[in-house]
Nanobody, 118 residues
Framework: QVQLVESGGGLVQTGGSLRLSCTAS????????MGWYRQAPGKQRELVAS???????NYVDSVKGRFTISRDNAKNTVYLRMNSLEPEDTAVYYC????????????WGQGTQVTVSS
């Protein structure tokens, strides 16, 4: 089992920045990939950015050049740095961790609200 705790959400004006943090505990050595998802009201949850255990990153087109995912292995923490925020980025952001051992798993954090005012 992997447990995830997110922090760092809040209210920011258009053009502002925030950094989200996600700290993992439990069976962390089985994590293969971690990602940040978001869900806006009335919309489906979407993958925003991901980072693999080897450091490969991936971003949804709408955040490329503005968001950066990174990790600190010593702190078991993944970050999402969000710059040039837009009202369209308003959503609940969820951290996710996935792996395949001992069985396939996908763990979620509780979510953190990000609100960008125009």
């Amino acid at each position: 089992q992997v447990q995830l705790v997110e922090s760092g959400g809040g209210l920011v004006q258009t053009g502002g920045s925030l950094r989200l943090s996600c700290t993992a505990s439990g069976n962390i050595f089985q994590i293969i990939i971690m990602g940040w998802y978001r869900q806006a009201p009335g919309k489906q949850r979407e993958l925003v950015a991901s980072i693999t255990s080897s450091g490969s990153t991936n971003y949804v087109d709408s955040v490329k050049g503005r968001f950066t995912i990174s990790r600190d292995n010593a702190k078991n923490t993944v970050y999402l740095r969000m710059n040039s925020l837009e009202p369209e980025d308003t959503a609940v952001y969820y951290c996710n961790a996935g792996g395949i051992r001992p069985t396939v798993f996908s763990s979620w954090g509780q979510g953190t609200q990000v609100t960008v005012s125009s």
